[in-house]
C-alpha cells in the first residue's frame, strides 16, 4: 500500500506545555486509521497541525508526496486533505442540504470539473 499522508516527528507546544511530541505516523492510501487517547492527549492539536490550522514547533506533514508543513489550510484543502472540526460551526442561515452541498467548493481541482450542482452556491 503506498504512503498517503506521512507525519514526520511531529512537535507542538503552547508555552511550557508539550501538546504534541515527536509524533510520526503513516497512512495509506484506502487505509482508514484511528487516533485515540484521553481528553487533553493533544488529538486536536495534531488534526491543528496536519491541516495547518498551527504550524508544529518541529516535524514536517507530507501528503501525496508533497511537503504541506507550511501550507495555508485552504491550500492545503485544495490539495485534497479536507477535515472535520470537534465542535460544528454550521452556517445558521443554510438548511442541512446546503450545507453539505458546500463540499465540492474544498474538493480538488480535478473533482470540481464535476457537474454543478443547482442553485446558488
Ligand atoms: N490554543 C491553545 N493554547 C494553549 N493550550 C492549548 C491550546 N490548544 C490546546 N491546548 C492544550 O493542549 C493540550 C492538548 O489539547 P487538545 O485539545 O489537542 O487535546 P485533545 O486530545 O483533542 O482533547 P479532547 O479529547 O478533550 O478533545 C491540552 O492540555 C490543552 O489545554
Ligand atoms: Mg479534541
Known sequence: MSVLLEV?????????????QD???AVGKGEILGLIGPNGSGKTTFF??????????RGQV???GREITALKPHVVTS?????TFQHPKPLLELTATKT???RPS????????????????
Request: some cysteine.
Open 100 to 102: 453539505s452541498a458546500l
Open 48 to 57: 491543528n497541525v496536519i491541516s495547518s490550522f498551527l504550524p508544529p514547533d
Open 79 to 83: 490539495l485534497g486533505l479536507a477535515r
Open 106 to 121: 474544498c474538493e480538488t481541482a480535478k473533482a470540481r470539473k464535476r457537474p454543478k450542482l443547482p442553485g446558488k452556491f
Open 8 to 20: 514526520r516527528n511531529i512537535t507542538k507546544t503552547f508555552g511550557g506545555l508539550a501538546a504534541v
Open 23 to 25: 509524533l510520526s505516523l
Open 62 to 64: 507530507i501528503f501525496d
